[in-house]
């Protein structure tokens, strides 16, 4: 799971295994979030969103999971491949009333085994 | 279609000098807006405008000024840079704040003060 802290949390997985990135967040508020996936060098790339009136939602190989109750999140990515390989951040937004305000989570490093 | 470009990718400063970092976006978004990542930790937010001529302070702004006179550009300018700015600088633009909507980011610009 993500964690604020100089030691980004790891995730390795075999290609074609189904990967869960998890995420907490504290701010009962929160009421937009977001997935971004960061490949090396690279500007963070939005992957799904969902907002707080749903519990989950559905893309390309990926669902994200929403629980307000424990305020917890997760990436699940169905059949990983090696492309998948990246830092995954979880975001969050509710920080009224700057709607601009986007809060991100330090990240997790999946990386897919061949 | 180009997105987000930073300017520079890379960046050595003396500390005490002063630069520019330049974005722009071709997406006719009304929202910028300049993060800062560190080690080991999520993206912060430094500044951020909902439009031009609209500019206001994020998470992190001590050091930085930033300006809108375009939909297109938003630079972020460092006044005096101390070796505590070391860190990779993102740009990212999107259609309604980003508590509302994804963002879209540059690749980033690292810049390292000595």
């Known amino acids: 799971g993500e964690s604020v802290g100089l030691h980004l949390p790891t995730l390795s997985v075999q290609e074609g295994d189904n990967s869960i990135i998890n995420c907490a967040y504290s701010?009962?508020?929160?009421?937009?979030f977001i997935w971004y996936k960061q490949e090396s060098g690279k500007g963070p790339q939005f992957i799904i969103d969902?907002?707080?009136?749903?519990d989950k939602r559905q893309g390309q190989r990926v669902t994200v999971l929403l629980n307000k109750t424990v305020k917890h999140l997760s990436l699940q990515i169905a059949a990983t491949q090696p492309g998948d390989s990246a830092v995954y951040f979880c975001a969050e937004s509710g920080h009224r009333p700057n709607n601009n305000d986007m809060r991100f989570g330090a990240g997790t490093r999946l990386t897919v085994k061949p | 279609n180009a997105g987000v470009t930073q300017t520079p990718k890379f960046q050595v400063l003396k500390t005490g000098q002063s630069m520019t970092l330049q974005c722009a976006q071709d997406?006719?978004?009304?929202?910028m807006s300049w993060y800062r990542q560190d080690p080991g930790m999520g993206l912060r937010l430094i500044h951020y405008s909902v439009g031009a001529g609209i500019t206001d302070q994020g998470e992190v702004p001590n050091g930085y000024n930033v300006s809108r006179s375009t939909t297109e550009d938003f630079p972020l300018r460092l006044l005096s840079a101390a070796p505590s700015q070391t860190s990779v600088y993102f740009c990212?633009?999107?259609?309604?704040?980003?508590?509302?909507?994804?963002?879209?980011f540059g690749q980033g610009t690292r810049l390292t003060v000595v």
């Open positions: 701010n009962s508020a929160s009421d937009y």
């Open positions: 990212a633009s999107s259609w309604k704040g980003q508590g509302e909507s994804e963002a879209f």
């Open positions: 969902i907002r707080s009136n749903m």
């Open positions: 997406m006719n978004h009304e929202y």
